[in-house]
């Protein structure tokens, strides 16, 4: 078993690297899953517990095939103030948050998931053999153990509210976020003024929305964080990745589908070169 798979992966977009990432929803057998999507190109995948329903017992098998394909796992929680502990303490390396607006959501979430002295994580060392990677807690040194689960976990909460937008830098300057991942679609509705027949594609790709995607990755920059987005077809992708943006999420996997995942990310990778 690797370790620090999750480290290099934040070094990976501090370099400014683009990586792409898939959500997985229920219905799916871990292994198969996990292999394919390895195989296929993907750089990390995300438990779906905000929008589907997948169990605890269901999330610990995707963490099992996650440390033996060298993969990132992150999960996005029911909500941001859910109790995500138990999953970050089972092995889970990341969260992505839903619907963070404010400085102290986003700090509950820092709280929770790193130990001092960045957070206050409660220790669940010894639960669980993936959150060292398999090393043995009884032979290192606690402060040791603290610095490799600190190194090894990060943060990305959403951005899909207005509000968020005008909170984006402090969020993005805390210690602790690595950066954001965009709800397109969330911060479509919450924008408003929607035309009643206007399609999802239409609306992400309108002036105010595009405006504000610009300035979600403009911040991004400017603190030196990681900007994320989904919801696009490859070539809108292509655009957003010239504007910036690192992290890609190319939709679900639902019900044992992942190989019609093989040909989109192809194509994706095809036009963002």
């Keep these: 078993m690797a370790t620090n798979v999750t480290l290099n992966f934040k070094k990976r977009l501090q370099a400014g690297e683009i990586v792409y990432g ?47 394909m060298e993969i990132p796992i992150w999960l996005r929680p029911e909500e941001n103030s859910a109790h995500f502990r138990c999953y970050l303490d089972a092995g889970v390396n990341g969260l992505m948050l839903p619907q963070v607006d404010t400085v102290e959501e986003a700090l509950y979430a820092v709280n929770q998931s790193y130990f001092p002295p960045i957070g206050h994580r409660g ?58 991942m965009v ?10 003024d929607i035309p009643p027949k206007a399609l999802r594609g239409e609306l992400a790709a309108s002036e105010v ?18 900007a994320g987005i989904g919801g696009f077809a490859p070539k809108a992708m292509a655009k957003w990745a010239r504007e910036g943006y690192q992290l890609f999420t190319l939709g679900y996997v639902i019900g044992g589908n992942v190989n019609n995942l093989q040909p989109r990310i192809e194509e994706i990778k095809s036009v963002i070169g």
Excluded: W
């Design 183 to 192: 709800g397109t679609n969330d911060l479509i509705i919450d924008i408003g």
């Design 22 to 68: 898939q959500t997985i929803g229920p219905g799916n057998d871990p292994q198969k899953t996990v292999k394919a999507l390895k195989d296929f190109g993907f750089d990390f995948i995300i438990m779906e517990s905000e929008h589907s329903l997948i169990n605890k017992e269901t999330v610990f098998e995707f963490i099992r095939a996650s440390r033996e």
């Design 123 to 180: 220790a669940g060392i010894g639960m669980s053999p993936y959150l060292l990677d398999a090393q043995n807690p009884a032979e290192m040194p606690l402060l040791e153990i603290m610095a490799y689960v600190n190194n090894n976990t990060f943060l990305f909460p959403q951005t899909e509210s207005v509000k968020c937008i005008g909170n984006l830098p402090r969020i993005l300057g805390l210690e602790g976020i690595t950066g954001t």
């Design 209 to 226: 929305v595009e405006d504000k995607l610009r300035q979600i990755v403009r911040i991004c920059r400017e603190t030196g964080k990681a």
